[in-house]
Nanobody, 124 residues
Framework: QVQLVESGGGLVQAGGSLRLSCAAS????????MGWFRQAPGKEREFVAQ????????RYADSVKGRVTISRENAKNTVYLQMNSLKPEDTAVYSC?????????????????WGQGTQVTVSS
């Protein structure tokens, strides 16, 4: 079992930045690929970014590519999502997820553990 707790969300103006963190429990954090997803009101959950267990491989949704960076510190059991040049359409609840498989990609159904999420609101 892996427990995930997100933090770092908040209210920011368009063009601003936020860094989200996701702290994981357990001693085998590096074995899990990690992902960030988001869900806006009235919309389905969508993939944002994914990082491999080692941190070498990353993948991004087209909608955030160039504005968002996913990273991880395995020694701290933490994964980050640095978001720059934020837009109002980035407003959503952001959740991190852990996958036991090496490359779960963008499908939420391939992730095994989820955090509760943190709200990000971008004002225009």
């Amino acid at each position: 079992q892996v427990q995930l707790v997100e933090s770092g969300g908040g209210l920011v103006q368009a063009g601003g930045s936020l860094r989200l963190s996701c702290a994981a429990s357990g001693r085998t954090f590096s074995r899990y690929a990690m992902g960030w997803f988001r869900q806006a009101p009235g919309k389905e959950r969508e993939f944002v970014a994914q990082i491999s267990g080692s941190g070498v491989s990353t993948r991004y949704a087209d909608s955030v590519k160039g504005r968002v960076t996913i990273s991880r510190e395995n020694a701290k059991n933490t994964v980050y999502l640095q978001m720059n040049s934020l837009k109002p359409e980035d407003t959503a609840v952001y959740s991190c997820a852990a996958a036991e498989r090496s490359y779960p990609g963008c499908s939420q159904y391939l992730y095994d553990f989820w955090g509760q999420g943190t709200q990000v609101t971008v004002s225009s």
